[in-house]
């Protein structure tokens, strides 16, 4: 199903969502495999096969939330082969990155890109206790006292 027109005439706002739909419905073609690991709750790793890629091959960036991983090998010599099983051509994978994860590092090992990511939530995001009957603090003079 890729036709998502009838959801537009009773949605309103949900545009980005069916793009994001829309462009899972394209990312289905399985070139190249790729796994998504999670070692913690805040440590990921996204693997990706890239036999036959070299790193001046490859290119990782990320803008606005979604991480772009590119491969494109440059033709020297036509090889002549009597059968060619290792895919060699060109890719484009997108992944939309949750909010305040960030790509920690990308290395390329054994033919996997392996892409680190982790997930950095700002102390004011993160939930905090609140203390039941505790006297009120209040601001006096740009320190905090208690009531």
């Known amino acids: 199903m890729r036709d998502f027109s009838p959801y537009f ?4 706002g949900f545009d980005q969502l069916f793009n994001r739909l829309e462009q899972a419905v ?3 073609n399985g070139y190249p495999p790729y796994n998504i690991e999670r070692s913690d709750e805040t440590h990921y790793r996204i693997s990706i096969a890239v036999a036959g ?3 001046k091959d490859l290119n990782v960036e990320v803008k606005d939330g979604v991480l772009t991983v590119a491969g494109k090998r440059e033709e020297t010599d036509k090889q002549s082969y009597l059968y060619q099983g290792i895919a060699g051509r060109a890719f484009e994978r997108r992944f ?4 305040h994860v960030e790509v ?3 290395k390329l090992e054994n ?3 392996h892409i680190d990511l982790e997930r950095v939530v700002p102390e004011e ?7 039941i009957n505790a006297p009120a603090l209040t601001t006096i003079e740009g ?3 208690a009531a």
């Open 53 to 55: 890629f070299g790193d």
């Open 125 to 131: 995001k993160k939930p905090r206790r609140i203390a």
């Open 26 to 28: 394209d990312a289905g």
């Open 104 to 106: 920690r590092a990308a």
């Open 9 to 12: 005439r009773s949605t309103v």
């Open 143 to 145: 320190q905090a006292k």
């Open 111 to 113: 033919g996997l890109l």
């Open 96 to 99: 939309q990155l949750a909010e």
